[in-house]
């Protein structure tokens, strides 16, 4: 499966921004999607997650302020961020990971396959 991410941009501290990560060339729905972030300096990091059946994890500085969802028909995982803070600032990456339905979603980046391209955020002051 390939993915494309997308929606990033500046906003002010805050704001919101709505991530968007696009799939094609497989079969959607047969995975788990993850949102990581990585910004200058320090290592890749979890944010959220939405597992094939819905289950949801976040990360827990932005538990309350950002929202993952999916729509297996569009093959599109959201990233709804709101309250954004200088802290958010990093390079924004979706990625998908092969799983029977009923697995718990995972939080380590070493089970994802396929990754997408990035999207920066930029948060000001």
């Known amino acids: 499966v390939q993915l494309q991410a997308s929606g990033g941009g500046l906003v002010q501290a805050g704001g919101s921004l709505r991530l968007s990560c696009a799939a094609s060339g497989g079969q959607f729905s047969r995975y788990a999607i993850a949102w990581f972030r990585q910004a200058p300096g320090k290592e890749r990091e979890f944010v959220a997650a939405?597992?094939?059946?819905?289950?949801?994890k976040y990360k827990e500085s932005v538990n309350g302020r950002f929202t993952v969802s999916r729509d297996n028909a569009k093959k599109t995982v959201y990233l709804q961020m709101n309250s954004l803070n200088v802290e958010d600032t990093a390079v924004y990456y979706c990625?998908?990971?092969?799983?029977?339905?009923?697995?718990?979603?995972?939080?380590?980046?070493?089970?994802?396959?396929?990754w997408g391209q990035g999207t920066q955020v930029t948060v000001s002051s």
């Open positions: 939405i597992g094939r059946s819905g289950t949801i």
């Open positions: 990625a998908a990971d092969n799983v029977i339905l009923t697995a718990p979603v995972r939080t380590e980046s070493r089970y994802y396959e396929f």
